[in-house]
C-alpha cells in the first residue's frame, strides 16, 4: 500500500493511540465540510511530508512524529492552511477553512 | 529526451482527448477515483493488480505486458497519456514500466489528477470501449531498472538518490506519513545515498518544477552528473517520479530506476544501513 487510504472520521482497526500520533481533522469552507480536498502536511521549514485526499465529509488524517505541522488544504472552493502542535502518542485534531 | 517529448500539460489534453491514435490512461493503486470520475475517454490500469505479478515479487513478464495492453485496446503505434493520483506517483512508474517494455511513445500529463481536478475540468463516468489489439513488447530494457547487487556495488561511487521523505530517511519513519507504520524492516538509508525527496520535484498543483530548477534542485543536493544515478524510495514508485525529473525532463543520461527500494533493501541481510540525516 502506498496509495491514500480511505479518509474517515473513524481510525483504522489497528491504530494504537498509547504508542501512536495521529492527526485528524476536517477541511470546511463557511462552516460545511468540503469534500474532495487535497491535503498537505508541511514540517516546520514548509517541506512538504504527505498529501491526502478528504474524504467527502472532508475528514482527513496523518500519522505525524510529535512537532509543529502545518496543514494545507487545496480545493475548488480555494486554499487555506492551519498550524497544529503535535505532541506524544494520542489523538490531534485540527480544522482548515478554505476560502 | 526533453520536457516536450515527455510531458503533455492539461490544456494539450482536453484539447486531444478525441486525437486519432492517442489513448489517455488511469493508473493508481487504488482505483476507486478512477470509478467516481475520470477524464473522459480514459482506460484504467491497476498498478497492484495489473502490473505485479500476483505471486512473484515482480512484474508481470513480458507475455503478461502483451497480453494486458492488448487486453486494454493498446496498439504498439498508439501515444500513451498516462495520469493519475498521488502526484502521478503510479503514472511516472507507469511510464517507466512502458519505457522498459519498449513503448517509446508515452507521455505524462502534468499535474495529473490533482490540477485536473482543480482546475474544474471535465470528469465522466462512462467507461470507454477499446477493441482488442495485438500488442507486442520488447524485452526490459534494463539500463533504466536497477537491481540489489548493483545498488550494494553503487554505494560510494554512483549517485545513489534516496528521495523519500527526511523522516524515512533516517529511519525514525518506516513509510510516508499519512500511511500506517507496519512494515516489519530495518528503517535507514543506503550508505552515501543523497536525499531529495521526490515533492521537491513538484509544484504544490502535482505539476513538475522548470527544467532550470530541477537541475538547480539536484546540483544543491550534491548530485555528480558525471557520474550515474540510481533513484529509489519505498517500492519503486516515488523514485519513478524523480526517475522522470532527471532522465526524461533533464536529459540525464545514466539514471535508473531500484523498484526494490527500502522494502527490499532493507529486509536484506548483512548489507550496511546508515541512519540519521546523512548530513555527518
Given at each position: 500500500m502506498c496509495s491514500a487510504p480511505e479518509q474517515t472520521a473513524e481510525l483504522p482497526e489497528g491504530t494504537d493511540l498509547s504508542k501512536e500520533s495521529v492527526l485528524v481533522g476536517k477541511v470546511t469552507a463557511d462552516g460545511s465540510p468540503v469534500g474532495g480536498a487535497y491535503v498537505r502536511l508541511l514540517d516546520r521549514t514548509g517541506e512538504f511530508t504527505a498529501e491526502v485526499v478528504a474524504s467527502a465529509t472532508g475528514d482527513y488524517r496523518f500519522y505525524a512524529a510529535p512537532g509543529t505541522w502545518t496543514v494545507r488544504a487545496l480545493s475548488r472552493s480555494g486554499n487555506g492552511q492551519t498550524e497544529v502542535a503535535v505532541g506524544g502518542p494520542g489523538l490531534f485534531t485540527n480544522e482548515v477553512r478554505v476560502a | 529526451m526533453s520536457r516536450q517529448d515527455a510531458l503533455v500539460d492539461a490544456d494539450w489534453a482536453e484539447q486531444n482527448?478525441?486525437?486519432?491514435n492517442t489513448v489517455f490512461v488511469e493508473v493508481d493503486e487504488d482505483t476507486t477515483a478512477y470509478d467516481g470520475g475520470?477524464?473522459?475517454g480514459a482506460v484504467k490500469l491497476d498498478w497492484?493488480?495489473?502490473?505485479?505479478?500476483p505471486v512473484r515479487?515482480?512484474?508481470?513478464d513480458k507475455a503478461g505486458f502483451e497480453k494486458l495492453l492488448s487486453s486494454k485496446g493498446i496498439a504498439n503505434d498508439d501515444t500513451v497519456i498516462l495520469y493519475g493520483g498521488n502526484n502521478n506517483w503510479f503514472a511516472a512508474y507507469a511510464y517507466w514500466y512502458f519505457k522498459l517494455y519498449g513503448h517509446q511513445a508515452v507521455k505524462l500529463l502534468d499535474g495529473g489528477r490533482k490540477k485536473w481536478e482543480l482546475d474544474g475540468r471535465k470528469l465522466d463516468t462512462e467507461i470507454p470501449q477499446r477493441s482488442q489489439t495485438s500488442y507486442t513488447a520488447q524485452e526490459?530494457?534494463?539500463?533504466i531498472r536497477a537491481f540489489r547487487d548493483e545498488v550494494v556495488n553503487a554505494i560510494g561511487s554512483k549517485n545513489l538518490v534516496?528521495?523519500?521523505s527526511p523522516d524515512e530517511f533516517s529511519g525514525?519513519?518506516?513509510?510516508?506519513?499519512?500511511?500506517?507504520?507496519?512494515?516489519a524492516q530495518r528503517g535507514g538509508h543506503i550508505p552515501s545515498a543523497l536525499n531529495v525527496p521526490?515533492?521537491?520535484?513538484?509544484?504544490e498543483d502535482g505539476t513538475f518544477k522548470s527544467d532550470d530548477e530541477l537541475r538547480k534542485l539536484y546540483e544543491a543536493e550534491g548530485l555528480d552528473s558525471s557520474r550515474p544515478t540510481i533513484a529509489y524510495c519505498r517500492i519503486g514508485e516515488r523514485s519513478s517520479h524523480s526517475w522522470f525529473a532527471l532522465?526524461?525532463?533533464?536529459?540525464?543520461t545514466d539514471v535508473k530506476n531500484y523498484d526494490g527500494s527500502w522494502t527490499e533493501y532493507g529486509s536484506l541481510i548483512g548489507v550496511p544501513i546508515e541512519t540519521g540525516d546523512g548530513k555527518a
Open positions: - | 482527448l478525441d486525437a486519432p475520470h477524464i473522459p497492484r493488480t495489473e502490473l505485479q505479478d515479487r515482480d512484474f508481470v526490459q530494457d534494463t539500463s534516496d528521495v523519500r525514525k519513519l518506516l513509510a510516508p506519513a499519512h500511511l500506517p507504520q507496519e512494515q521526490w515533492s521537491k520535484a513538484a509544484n532522465h526524461e525532463l533533464l536529459g540525464e
